[in-house]
């Protein structure tokens, strides 16, 4: 039997690959996005894949429009990647984020529940719902402490998941994910905003680039490799939470120089400290532990922050080139 995979935000970064993933193991795949007709779903071009994925419209927000593509598509897997994705712009858009993160995970157990398909549910966690975890990796077992309205949204939607699991028997799993990395990544996004400034400035720029706290520590990794791990939960016997991660974090200042070291240039004479893009509240540390999601699905980070960098650096630098 060929399982039909439901992505919902399939023109995001990790709702690309992932698309990509499923096709390539032979998968029907669906996307969704708020208005099908109008989007340009350019990852998904990006990727050679726009013409194999089948798209609709809908709305998280909207329980009714849920429910209309759940019936119409039937799916085997639903994996959630929808929402706001930005922890800087959650602040200017506080009721935005908790109504697509929350609601709309709210919206899509209840329709499952609902329907009464066996349907397999991936929920996009994230890493900001810890908080400051001080020095230590943070596991599955590691208290929320959100810190944003971002993390406050991705937090009330882990344990959504966890409630329609634990209260109706629904296989629900919430991948809490760390920074994942790739040239897919929007340039709202701090880390692609330095790939971009120092592929100009290696072909002739002048200008300076712009950071707030670059003394910040990610754990960052690759997102081909994250969405991996989310079909492989939901390809266990039982469904359960798991932490991704690279293990290892890096300041934003040493991603920074590696980013400039790919093309033979010094950062310090072109980084400077923004006040201006500072966040109200900021985490010093975050790393993560993926112990769990190596014993149990077999999964392990093969790329490190190093790596990320050289290969987004490669992507743009080609990009660019293809471009001109």
Known sequence: ?????LICGVSGQDGAYLAQLLLNKGYIVCGTSRDAQMSSFRNLVRLGIREQVKLESMSLNDFRSVLQVLMKIEPDE???LAGQSSVGLSFEQPVETLESIATGTLNLLEAIRFTGAPIKLYNA??????????????????PFRPRSPYAVAKAAAFWEVANYREAYG?????????????PLRPQRFVTQKIIAAVTRIAKGSNEQLHLGNISIERDWGWAPEYVEAMHLMLQQDKPDDYAIATGESYSLEAFVAEAFACVGLDWRDRVITDSSLLRPTDLAISRGNPTKAKKHLGWQAQYKMPDVVRMMVEAKMNDDDVRE
């Open 170 to 182: 629904i296989f629900a799993c919430s991948g809490i994910l760390f920074n994942h990395e790739s």
């Open 125 to 142: 966690g994230s890493s900001e719902c810890f908080g400051d975890i001080g020095d230590r990796p943070a596991d599955e077992t590691t």
């Open 1 to 5: 039997m060929t399982k039909k995979a």
């Open 78 to 80: 639903v994996y959630n």
